[in-house]
């Protein structure tokens, strides 16, 4: 059973850095096919996504975020984390890290629960 724990702040001021990290285990993030993905739900809104790292590094983002998104990866702790720059209060969202495939879609077949990520000075 892969489980996936997002953590970071829960608040982030307008105009700085949103920084998140996910914590991957019962699987390993270079497991062949998988790609891991980051994904966000902003208030009465759909599921959004953000971006993914692929099981060999290889990193996929939205166009409209492209300019303000990193996503990194530790392999040895099978941690993943996103950073999103420049954020504004339509930053706010639960952001999610999944699994899945394919690694441009919103589709997973694993999820953590969620973080609220609030902008907002």
């Known amino acids: 059973q892969v489980q996936l724990q997002e953590s970071g702040p829960g608040l982030v001021k307008p105009s700085q850095t949103l920084s998140l990290t996910c914590t991957v285990s019962g699987g390993s993030i270079t497991t062949n096919y998988y790609s891991w993905k980051w994904i966000r739900q902003p208030p009465g809104k759909e599921l959004e996504w953000i971006g993914s790292?692929?099981?060999?590094?290889?990193?996929y983002y939205r166009p409209s975020l492209k300019s303000r998104t990193s996503i990194s990866r530790d392999t040895s702790k099978n941690q993943f984390t996103l950073q999103l720059t420049s954020v504004t209060p339509e930053d706010t969202a639960v952001y999610y890290c999944?699994?899945?495939?394919?690694?441009?879609?919103?589709?997973?077949?694993?999820r953590g629960q969620g973080t609220q990520v609030t902008v907002s000075s």
């Open positions: 790292i692929s099981y060999s590094g290889y990193t």
């Open positions: 999944a699994r899945g495939a394919p690694a441009t879609t919103v589709e997973y077949d694993y």
